[in-house]
Structure formats: structure tokens, C-alpha cells
């Protein structure tokens, strides 16, 4: 079963409304499922939004799920990752300016606060998680940098990025994909069961 939260959207809710959203599906959800049996996926904006919500999810004194997964996470939106500039002429799909100006309709002067940009966050306790990129993304080093947040909290973190792909190259009906998402199918199904603690 898979619950799509529709949640509120910038320019005309910026932050926090997008986590405020996130938190409240994920309670709703564990109205039916334990914690441990609930895994939070998100892609782009919603992987980076998946971590910024499992934060708060853990601060307000709810049960983490049982495992998460993001698919080229946009996960620093001060863009600090060499990525930014080094790719910005290979990248198929995404702008350096659009995402300067997404960053700011967002979140204005709290780019850096951990529930916008989760590679500054603390993930203690966090159940593992599964991160893909591609090589010729913008946000390479975004899933980078937030696969290292992960393993320096303690938390398991897996990190793929793929050869010469582009951003969010899961969604996309390729071999690589297939592969990927076999992984990420494995990858719930192990972690599906995770007892809390």
C-alpha cells in the first residue's frame, strides 16, 4: 500500500508547510501500521523533503519508519555542492538559476535550517536508507553529502550513483532503472520488518 500525500506547495506555502504536511500523513499512517513497517520515498524536492519530515517525525516523539529512500535528493538548498557547478552543462533537465530561485520562493533566509537542507541535519537513530544519483546531475553531491550526514549519525546508509546518468534516472525506462528499482524492492522488503529501538 502506498499513501501519495498531496501536500502544499511553494510559492504560496513556503516552508514549513511542505514538512508540516509530510508529518501529518505519516501520522495518519500510523493510525493503520506500526512505524517499522512504513518506508518514506521521496524523489528531487520529496527525497530531500523525506528527510526534512523524518526529522520532525523523530523530534515530535513519533516512531521512525522502518527504512527511507531518495531518488537524486535535493537535500542542500544553499547549493553548496561542487555538483552545481560542475555538471550545470550536462545536467538534461535541471537549472542552476530555477533552483537558486525554487531555494528562495521556499525558503527564503532558512535555506540552511536542517528540515530544508537535511545534509545539515542530525539523523541519530535513523533507520537505514537507500540514496540514488547519477553522475551527470546537478545534485550528485547532494545525495553525497547526505549519505555522509547519515553514516557520521550512525545511521546505514546505501549510496548509489550511476555512470553517466541524469537526475531522478529511476523514473525513466532504461536498464539502469530496472535495476535500480529491483534494488529499491529488495531494499523495502528487507527493512519492512524493522522493529523499533
Not at 517525525?57 to 555542492?81: E, N, Q
Not at 540552511?112 to 547519477?134: C, E, I, M, R
Not at 522488503?189 to 522493529?195: C, H, I, Q, Y
Request: proline share 7%; glycine share 10%; with cysteine.
Amino acid at each position: 500500500r502506498v499513501l501519495c500525500a498531496a501536500y502544499r506547495l511553494a510559492p504560496e506555502t513556503p516552508f514549513p508547510g511542505a514538512v508540516e504536511d509530510a508529518v501529518e500523513a505519516y501520522r495518519r499512517m500510523l493510525e493503520t501500521y506500526p512505524g517499522h513497517e512504513i518506508a518514506i520515498v521521496g524523489e528531487s524536492a520529496g527525497g530531500g523533503l523525506a528527510y526534512g519530515a523524518a526529522q520532525a517525525i523523530r523530534d515530535g516523539g513519533l516512531p521512525l519508519p522502518g527504512c527511507l529512500v531518495a531518488i537524486s535528493p535535493w537535500a542542500d538548498l544553499t547549493l553548496s555542492g561542487a555538483s552545481y557547478r560542475e555538471q550545470e552543462r550536462r545536467d538534461p533537465s535541471l537549472v542552476l538559476e530555477d533552483l537558486a530561485e525554487s531555494a528562495r520562493l521556499y525558503a527564503g533566509e532558512r535555506r540552511a535550517d536542517p528540515l530544508v537542507s537535511p545534509v545539515f541535519g542530525d539523523f541519530t537513530g535513523f533507520p537505514p536508507s537507500l540514496l540514488f544519483a547519477g553522475t551527470d546531475e546537478l545534485l550528485r553531491d547532494d545525495a553525497r553529502a547526505l549519505a555522509e550526514r547519515l553514516r557520521q549519525c550512525g545511521a546505514a546508509c546505501d549510496l548509489v550513483v550511476a555512470e553517466g546518468m541524469w537526475h531522478v534516472y529511476v523514473l525513466f525506462g532504461i536498464p539502469e532503472a530496472q535495476e535500480a528499482l529491483k534494488r529499491i524492492a529488495a531494499f523495502l522488503e528487507r527493512n519492512g520488518g524493522r522493529e523499533d529501538g
